[in-house]
């Protein structure tokens, strides 16, 4: 039951250059969308979120965009820099099952940045 | 800044004893959450406790499993009699409770392995 799918398992960039990091979703009850980063041994970090009454959000470095009609949205990381090297998890939450919020995740994305 | 901080880090058993996994939630934070991640697999959902009850479970929260808020900070996750197939990271998450407010903290996890 793959409600929220990452395709690429890994991706290698340059450092300077974009990354963009793709998150695809099933579930149409989804309203909030969130981007985790996992370095070895460390916990989800969270680090930027999106609502589905927005098709874009920016903070710095990291833009997130949504396309509610292809169900798909995407991390941008703009310059990309070594330390960003980690796991990039997309996460799903929806009002549907009341307040709880629970996060459904995907697989993740190992992104490598290279010096 | 407040984080989520989870205890032991390690913990190694043996199939059939009794674990206890323990997490002190950000101070203000009203939503308290388990996850787990089986290596290589995905973060799941577990469990969602709020205002002292379990507001909601996955179908991987068996009777085996029990959460509990004894005190005022520690938020704990018990599993009575561990299976091998239990051997996860298990992370547990905060989240501040706000209405629309979706982002969850997540602790460094507790890696449990089951002989």
């Known amino acids: 039951d793959q409600q929220v799918k990452q395709n690429s398992p890994s991706l290698s960039v340059q450092e300077g250059r974009i990354s963009i990091l793709n998150c695809d979703y099933t579930?149409?009850?989804?309203?909030?969308f969130l981007w985790y980063k996992k370095y070895p041994a460390e916990g989800p970090t969270f680090l930027i979120s999106?609502?589905?009454?927005?098709d874009k959000n920016e903070d710095g470095r990291f833009t997130v965009f949504l396309n509610k009609s292809a169900k798909h949205l995407s991390l941008h990381i703009v310059p990309s820099q070594p330390g960003d090297s980690a796991v990039y998890f997309c996460a799903a939450s929806g009002q549907s099952g009341g307040s709880n919020y629970k996060l459904t995740f995907g697989k993740g994305t190992l992104l490598t940045v290279n010096p | 800044e407040p984080e989520v901080t989870q205890t032991p880090s390690h913990q190694v058993t043996q199939m059939g004893q009794e674990v206890i996994l323990r997490c002190v939630p950000i101070?203000?934070?009203?939503?308290f959450y388990w996850y787990r991640q089986i290596l290589g697999q995905k973060v799941e959902f577990l469990v969602s406790?709020?205002?002292?009850?379990?507001?909601?479970k996955s179908e991987i929260f068996d009777d085996q499993f029990s959460v509990e808020r004894p005190d005022g900070s520690n938020f704990t996750l018990k599993i009575r009699s561990t299976k091998l197939e239990d051997s996860a990271m298990y992370f547990c998450?905060?989240?501040?409770?706000?209405?629309?407010?979706?982002?969850?903290?997540f602790g460094p996890g507790t890696r449990l392995t089951v002989l």
């Open positions: 101070s203000n934070h009203l939503y």
């Open positions: 579930n149409s009850m989804f309203d909030y």
């Open positions: 406790f709020y205002n002292n009850e379990i507001s909601e």
């Open positions: 998450a905060s989240r501040m409770g706000l209405a629309g407010v979706h982002e969850q903290f």
């Open positions: 999106i609502s589905s009454i927005k």
